[in-house]
Protein backbone atom coordinates (compact mmCIF):
# COMPACT_ATOMS: atom_id res chain seq x y z
CA UNK A 1 0.00 0.00 0.00
CA UNK A 2 1.89 3.34 -1.13
CA UNK A 3 1.73 6.32 1.55
CA UNK A 4 -1.16 7.58 -0.53
CA UNK A 5 -3.28 5.17 0.03
CA UNK A 6 -2.17 4.50 4.32
CA UNK A 7 -3.61 8.69 4.27
CA UNK A 8 -6.56 8.07 2.28
CA UNK A 9 -7.35 4.70 4.94
CA UNK A 10 -6.33 6.93 7.90
CA UNK A 11 -8.01 10.40 6.88
CA UNK A 12 -11.02 8.45 6.27
CA UNK A 13 -11.41 6.08 8.55
CA UNK A 14 -10.85 2.78 6.12
CA UNK A 15 -14.11 4.69 4.67
CA UNK A 16 -16.78 5.20 7.61
CA UNK A 17 -15.90 8.85 5.71
CA UNK A 18 -18.05 8.24 2.64
CA UNK A 19 -21.01 6.81 4.61
CA UNK A 20 -23.94 9.74 4.97
CA UNK A 21 -23.82 11.95 7.58
CA UNK A 22 -19.88 11.17 7.89
CA UNK A 23 -19.28 13.11 10.81
CA UNK A 24 -21.68 12.00 13.02
CA UNK A 25 -21.21 8.43 12.09
CA UNK A 26 -16.98 9.12 12.51
CA UNK A 27 -17.98 10.37 16.11
CA UNK A 28 -20.29 7.45 16.67
CA UNK A 29 -18.02 4.49 15.59
CA UNK A 30 -15.08 6.23 17.61
CA UNK A 31 -17.36 5.88 21.03
CA UNK A 32 -16.62 2.25 21.37
CA UNK A 33 -12.85 2.14 21.19
CA UNK A 34 -13.07 5.98 23.68
CA UNK A 35 -14.85 3.38 26.04
CA UNK A 36 -12.51 0.45 25.67
CA UNK A 37 -9.64 2.56 26.02
CA UNK A 38 -10.77 4.73 28.98
CA UNK A 39 -11.80 1.25 30.74
CA UNK A 40 -8.25 -0.31 30.26
CA UNK A 41 -6.28 3.39 31.03
CA UNK A 42 -8.43 5.23 32.40
CA UNK A 43 -8.86 9.46 30.40
CA UNK A 44 -5.35 9.86 30.59
CA UNK A 45 -4.52 7.31 28.30
CA UNK A 46 -7.75 8.04 26.37
CA UNK A 47 -6.70 11.92 26.25
CA UNK A 48 -3.06 10.38 25.05
CA UNK A 49 -5.10 8.24 22.65
CA UNK A 50 -6.41 11.72 21.02
CA UNK A 51 -2.97 13.31 20.99
CA UNK A 52 -2.10 10.30 18.79
CA UNK A 53 -5.16 10.39 16.92
CA UNK A 54 -4.55 14.44 16.46
CA UNK A 55 -1.18 13.71 14.46
CA UNK A 56 -1.89 11.35 12.58
CA UNK A 57 -5.25 12.93 10.91
CA UNK A 58 -3.51 15.97 10.64
CA UNK A 59 -0.42 14.02 8.49
CA UNK A 60 -3.09 11.96 7.15
CA UNK A 61 -5.57 14.59 6.27
CA UNK A 62 -2.74 16.64 4.63
CA UNK A 63 -1.74 14.09 2.09
CA UNK A 64 -5.81 13.21 1.30
CA UNK A 65 -6.50 17.00 0.81
CA UNK A 66 -3.91 17.76 -1.28
CA UNK A 67 -4.45 14.42 -3.76
CA UNK A 68 -8.15 15.41 -3.85
CA UNK A 69 -7.59 19.17 -4.51
CA UNK A 70 -10.07 19.74 -1.66
CA UNK A 71 -9.09 22.10 1.12
CA UNK A 72 -11.64 19.85 3.67
CA UNK A 73 -12.85 16.94 2.25
CA UNK A 74 -16.22 15.97 4.11
CA UNK A 75 -14.73 12.49 3.84
CA UNK A 76 -11.93 13.08 6.01
CA UNK A 77 -13.08 12.01 9.66
CA UNK A 78 -10.05 10.99 11.53
CA UNK A 79 -10.83 14.58 13.06
CA UNK A 80 -13.96 13.50 14.36
CA UNK A 81 -12.20 10.44 16.20
CA UNK A 82 -9.69 12.62 17.94
CA UNK A 83 -12.17 15.40 18.83
CA UNK A 84 -14.82 12.87 20.79
CA UNK A 85 -11.80 11.13 22.27
CA UNK A 86 -10.90 14.12 23.76
CA UNK A 87 -14.77 15.19 24.73
CA UNK A 88 -15.01 11.52 25.89
CA UNK A 89 -11.42 12.47 28.19
CA UNK A 90 -13.49 14.10 30.48
CA UNK A 91 -16.03 11.78 31.03
CA UNK A 92 -17.18 9.22 33.40
CA UNK A 93 -16.81 5.81 32.17
CA UNK A 94 -20.85 5.38 31.99
CA UNK A 95 -23.67 5.61 28.82
CA UNK A 96 -24.51 9.24 30.37
CA UNK A 97 -21.06 11.04 31.01
CA UNK A 98 -20.32 9.31 27.24
CA UNK A 99 -23.38 10.21 25.30
CA UNK A 100 -23.02 14.11 26.97
CA UNK A 101 -19.76 14.43 25.38
CA UNK A 102 -21.11 12.71 21.98
CA UNK A 103 -24.08 15.44 21.92
CA UNK A 104 -21.74 18.48 23.37
CA UNK A 105 -19.19 17.21 21.36
CA UNK A 106 -21.46 17.16 18.03
CA UNK A 107 -23.04 20.28 18.85
CA UNK A 108 -19.39 22.46 18.57
CA UNK A 109 -18.03 20.78 15.90
CA UNK A 110 -21.49 21.68 13.83
CA UNK A 111 -22.25 24.98 15.31
CA UNK A 112 -18.49 25.88 15.05
CA UNK A 113 -18.13 29.08 17.35
CA UNK A 114 -14.86 31.16 17.93
CA UNK A 115 -12.23 30.08 18.81
CA UNK A 116 -13.75 27.04 16.48
CA UNK A 117 -14.59 28.93 13.22
CA UNK A 118 -11.06 30.32 13.49
CA UNK A 119 -8.98 27.27 13.74
CA UNK A 120 -10.66 25.57 10.42
CA UNK A 121 -8.99 28.31 8.54
CA UNK A 122 -5.76 27.09 9.41
CA UNK A 123 -4.00 25.93 6.03
CA UNK A 124 -3.88 22.07 5.29
CA UNK A 125 -3.93 19.01 7.75
CA UNK A 126 -3.72 21.44 10.50
CA UNK A 127 -7.12 23.25 9.83
CA UNK A 128 -8.85 19.99 8.89
CA UNK A 129 -8.32 18.41 12.11
CA UNK A 130 -7.46 21.52 14.97
CA UNK A 131 -10.87 22.71 14.58
CA UNK A 132 -12.63 19.77 16.13
CA UNK A 133 -9.79 19.00 18.78
CA UNK A 134 -10.66 22.56 20.08
CA UNK A 135 -14.87 21.29 19.63
CA UNK A 136 -13.54 18.23 21.29
CA UNK A 137 -11.78 20.06 24.12
CA UNK A 138 -14.28 22.80 24.87
CA UNK A 139 -17.13 19.65 24.87
CA UNK A 140 -14.69 18.02 27.29
CA UNK A 141 -14.53 21.09 29.81
CA UNK A 142 -18.68 20.88 29.91
CA UNK A 143 -18.32 17.06 30.87
CA UNK A 144 -16.02 17.70 33.31
CA UNK A 145 -18.07 20.74 34.98
CA UNK A 146 -21.37 18.43 34.82
CA UNK A 147 -18.77 15.42 36.42
CA UNK A 148 -17.90 17.70 38.92
CA UNK A 149 -21.61 19.13 39.74
CA UNK A 150 -22.78 15.32 39.82
CA UNK A 151 -25.16 15.94 36.93
CA UNK A 152 -23.23 12.66 34.96
Known sequence: MSTTQNAAAM???FGIGRAPAPGTVASLAALPFAFGIHYVGGGWLLFASAIGATALGIWAC????????????????????AGQWFACAFAPLSLYGFALAFLLFRIFDIAKPWPISAAERQPGGLGIVLDDVIAGLFAGVL??????????
Open 11 to 13: ATL
Open 62 to 81: EIYARETGIKDPSECVIDEL
Open 143 to 152: VAAARYAGIV
